[in-house]
């Protein structure tokens, strides 16, 4: 049956839009964000594409939001409280007892979302095993209750010892908070994130709960702008998760904490659908905005998963100085490099660019919207790369006098002409960008030489270039419409969910019965969701995998395990170990016993089907004339290419150096490198 979908993906500096119909992109926006109400911008640009094709003829919107890392970010989330058991009111301000810089005296945490005097101890006590030592006390919490009403509470979580093993209690004290505070917003632990880990149990239930009242707010008035528009059709909102990362209203309502990397993911979907569309099997996805830049490694088209992220960190790239939240993510590295990034003067007198940023308002000096720093987009714009006339395709004009007077006043601080300092700071962001990524993968024991760069983003074509001879890559990728990339890799993405469970216990004293019983219920309840959302029970597809150790390590490796467990499940598991960690780490140690810390269920629906064959294209002559682009094999300008993107039908061949436009990105090319264009529309860069 033929579909029209819109997917929307808002980032610090602009809103993209995708509109399918019958599985073929037709139609894409850019707009500017809207920061005081990002709804204002998604209902602007929606209403452009609703210019395309009748309200009445959209069957499905898809949604990626930057709203739940913002509130932890800003601390603009609700009022929060926290019940947990007699003895454990202080497990937010202990952490981990770790420093993320053991010579810093002045070292800075990040403040618990909530204060002391809002963490009240219930006394209660369930051991390790499950087994109930001491019975919850109703009085105890309607008294609780009562202080949280006069307090003005307006979100509770509940996090009791060892609520993964045994839930009983936390639903008991769900049951009773909503009775006596009707009207407040109740996350439990063993329903957000039922897995081993005192403190980071804690910390993602309490951000679930700090950020569920104005989540469930903003869909709801999301909900009203797009009925407004005349859309009837449902809402689906992206998960951190990626491949089958779509839920519907009410279940990013109830775990909005799943939402904190929504668009990131969809980026990371995308470079993996169009890298795989191009014959790559390893793809290093690099996806560079208004506002940052993200990477991340896909292997035969699955994104790696990280278990725990951080968010809201003191250091905003020092890992240690955030809160984790342990919810499955696409395993992202970040870096605070965009096209708004302001360049300055750092250490030593050398130039410094981000992690500040311009964002949408009053965005970088050539936006002519009166901002005055020095930006990474004023830097491309006067080395060449970008069309003043031609950015957004003509929409919006940028202002390279502005442009050039923000970087002189730069380059008056570092003793350099106004292009030296424009080639300074382009190569200063690829450098820290390459060396990022690169740490990135050496901790996961990767080389990125045997990866392709999968370029998308606004500013990401611009840079692929630059960062892909710093990490040695000689196959870049730039995907057709690379500056929509995120709102489009929603659009291949299924609906699903993850549970998880720990259930720790050596594979030679597991009680196979009780796992078999808790993965059924995890099973069940992922279906019921998917069902919510008008999916058979034949369309889903089921997933196990379990998190192993060797008895006494620290840290334990994710195993997939199909879609069930056998009948010997412990020589099942067994296996998948050994080949995990012989992979991983070159041999297993003699005569340590496996161990299952946590069980995982992944509920997925089919994947949506997309043609994205090179169609609509104006074959002809591309080339639109040439200017001059700085380039740093030639150590200045060089009269380059510049060729329309549109007119490059597919088997399109030439060599750089270049410059490739189009409505929402450019591409630069540099000498000896030579680009074709392959049947789905990919530019396809070879470096010689």
Known sequence: MSRTRIAVDIGGTFTDLVLVEGGRVTANAKVLTTPGDPSVAVETGIGRLLERVGASCVDEVVHGTTLVANALIERKGATTALITTRGFRDVLSIRRELRYDLYDLFLEMPEPLVPRRLRFEASERVLADGTVELALDPLELRRIARRMDREGIQAVAVSLLHAYRHPDHERAVGELLRRELPGVAISLSSEVSPELGEFARTSTVVANAYVLPLVA?????????????????????????????LAGVDTASRYPVRLLESGPAAGALSAGFWGAGSGSAKVLAFDMGGTTAKACL????????????????????????????????IDL????????????????GLPRVGPESTGADPGPACYGQGGTDPAVTDADLVLGYLNPEFFLGGEMRLHEDAARAAIGRLGGQLGLGVEETAAAIHRVVNENMASAAQMHAIERGRDLRRFTLVATG?????????????????RLVFPPSAGVASAFGMLTAAPGFEFARSLPAPLGQTRWRQVRAVLDELVGEGRRQLASSGLADAQVRVDLAADVRHRGQGEAITVELGGELDDDPAAQIEAAFAAAYT???????????????????????????????????QPGDARKGRRRAWFAEADGFVETDVLDRYRLAAGAEFDGPAVVEERESTMVIGPGAHARVDRLGNLEVEVR
């Open 217 to 245: 707010g903003y869909l709801e008035m999301l909900a009203k702008r797009l009925e407004r528009l005349g859309l009837r059709g449902p809402l689906r909102i992206m998960l951190s998760t990626g491949a089958g990362g």
């Open 298 to 329: 896909i292997e035969d088209g699955i994104p790696m998963v990280a278990r725990e992220f951080e968010a809201a960190r003191v250091y905003r790239f020092t890992k240690g100085s955030g809160m984790p939240l342990r919810v499955p993510v």
């Open 333 to 348: 590295i970040e870096i605070g490099a965009g096209g708004g990034s302001i360049a300055g003067v750092g250490p030593f």
């Open 458 to 474: 606004g500013a990401g074509p611009v840079h692929a270039w630059g960062v892909a001879r710093a990490l040695g890559i000689t």
């Open 583 to 617: 992979d991983l780490y070159g041999h297993r140690p003699p005569g340590v016993e496996a161990e299952v810390m946590t069980w995982r269920v992944r509920v997925m629906g089919p994947e949506p089907e997309l043609d994205v064959t090179v169609g609509g294209r």
